[in-house]
């Protein structure tokens, strides 16, 4: 195999509570979806080698339909503390080199404008969770709890960043976003956040 890749989802755009991308639907900010989406692989390896204890994310301007492949332009940040050969084999992965589950996703990224290094910061405790790059990005995210007093999670959506693994709907009481490299400066509250466990296998 590939890859073997287990760890944890925290993500934040700019649409509202509810996000309709991952129903299928266009961003309800005018049309254009820009957020955080960050991987940390709590237990991984990639042809060989360890990438266990890493955090790589996406900063992206996605216009229009996210399932529309090849128009996501994005940076792609590295967690600082992986050595260059885990940066290769992250890389592989995230760009669709190595297929499996995330070539799918690799495949709606139509430019990389940058990869950078940068200390990352991802915390996930209570349901309660903190991402921090460098300083470029920052938001604290909670889940939405339903009638029953368990977190509300989505099954089977149309799109995912967690292929094949539920969703946690929630959301982002601070979401901070200064990438000039893709035009954005961004400082929202109350907007939609979405947390999840993964497993990547190919």
Request: glycine letters at 12%.
């Amino acid at each position: 195999m590939a890859y073997q890749l287990e760890g944890r989802l925290l993500e934040v755009c700019t649409c509202n509570i509810l996000c309709p991308c991952w129903g299928g639907g266009d961003p309800d900010n005018d049309g254009t979806c820009q957020s955080i989406v960050a991987w940390h692989i709590d237990k991984g390896t990639i042809d060989g080698t360890d990438v266990s204890d890493l955090t790589f994310a996406l900063l992206c301007n996605i216009p229009g339909n996210v399932l529309r492949k090849g128009t996501w332009r994005v940076v792609a940040i590295v967690d600082e503390q992986a050595t260059p050969q885990q940066q290769e084999a992250i890389l592989s992965v995230w760009t669709g080199q190595k297929g499996g589950p995330v070539a799918d996703l690799a495949q709606l990224v139509g430019e990389v404008v940058a990869v950078e290094r940068l200390p990352v910061t991802f915390e996930v405790e209570g349901g309660q969770g903190n991402i921090k790059i460098g300083g470029l990005a920052t938001a604290e995210l909670a889940p939405l709890m339903g009638a029953t007093g368990l977190p509300t999670t989505l099954h089977d959506s149309a799109f995912s960043t967690i292929p094949g693994s539920p969703a946690y709907l929630g959301r982002a009481s601070v979401y901070k976003l200064n990438v000039p490299a893709l035009g954005l400066n961004i400082d929202l509250r109350d907007h939609n956040a979405i947390q999840g466990d993964f497993r990547f296998v190919s």
